[in-house]
């Protein structure tokens, strides 16, 4: 097992050496500090994208990835990915292709991630928390595509921080109408009829088959947000 995994599980198990609690916490500190950092470097305003590392480059979905990202540079958002393969390659290279900031925000896995070649900023996390924050921290909005577990979680922790108020509401659309709408029925046919969601939290969710529709959708907001005086 990896040196991280381990720190991982050590910090996540309650049977724990009181002399390791200062280092380990000492770790964690400084790469949230080095996350907030590339942050702040990063030119306003960004939008982070989602999506599995297993699609290939051939494939509808990659090609979707890099076409949203390319318009997303054009209208002058930085474009944020985990810095991964599939569809983060895809969305960073797209940005670069359109003149935009390309960043990575990569995570050391088992079998190892290596940042994708089209990232101006990578910074690679050993600890998944502290990754999630950035995602959240530099962005405007989220453009969700298909994936697997870290995409669904980090779809339902931006959902969760907007009901909670922890963050401003912004913009969380989902590309692939298909692929999302198992998840949409059961949503709405589960958790809202059920009254364990209110049917304004998961109106929050837009779902469009268009790259253009997702640029659209977070640039609207952010000049709203804009024109508020609140971005």
Same mark, same amino acid.
């Given at each position: #097992? ?5 720190? *991982? ?32 470097? %990063? ?23 890099? $076409? ?19 569809? #983060? ?11 935009? #900031?390309? !960043?990575? /925000? ?18 690679? /996390? =050993? ?6 924050? #950035? /995602?959240? =921290? ?5 453009? %969700? ?7 669904? &979680?980090?779809? /339902? ?15 969380? !659309?989902?590309? &692939? ?14 958790? %809202? &009829? ?6 304004? *939290?998961? *109106?929050?969710?837009?779902?469009? *088959?268009?790259?253009?529709?997702? !640029?659209?959708?977070?640039? &609207?907001?952010?000049? $709203?947000? !804009? ?5």
């Amino acid at each position: #097992m990896s040196e991280n995994r381990q720190l *991982d599980r050590r910090v996540l198990t309650r049977e724990r050496e009181r002399e390791t609690l200062a280092g380990d916490i000492s770790l964690i500190a400084s790469e949230f500090l080095a996350g907030f950092e590339a942050v702040q470097s %990063i030119p306003r305003p960004a939008v982070s994208i989602f999506g599995s590392a297993r699609v290939p480059e051939s494939s509808a979905t990659y090609a979707a990835a890099r $076409e949203t990202a390319r318009l997303f540079a054009e209208e002058g958002f930085a474009v944020v990915t985990g810095g991964g393969p599939g569809v #983060m390659e895809g969305a960073n290279r797209g940005a670069r292709e359109g003149g935009g #900031m390309s !960043v990575g /925000f990569n995570i050391v896995l088992p079998h190892e991630q290596q940042l994708n070649p089209y990232c101006d900023l990578g910074v690679t /996390f =050993k600890h998944f928390y502290a990754r999630k924050v #950035m /995602f959240v =921290k530099a962005a405007e909005g989220f453009a %969700i595509f298909p994936g697997g577990f870290g995409t669904l &979680d980090e779809l /339902f922790e931006a959902l969760t921080l907007i009901q909670t108020g922890v963050i401003n509401t912004f913009p969380v !659309v989902l590309f &692939d109408s298909d692929y999302w709408e198992e998840l949409l029925h059961f949503l709405r046919s589960e958790t %809202i &009829d059920g009254g364990l969601v209110a049917q304004h *939290d998961v *109106d929050r969710l837009h779902v469009t *088959d268009e790259p253009a529709d997702v !640029v659209r959708i977070v640039g &609207d907001a952010w000049r $709203e947000a !804009v024109a508020r005086g609140d971005p």
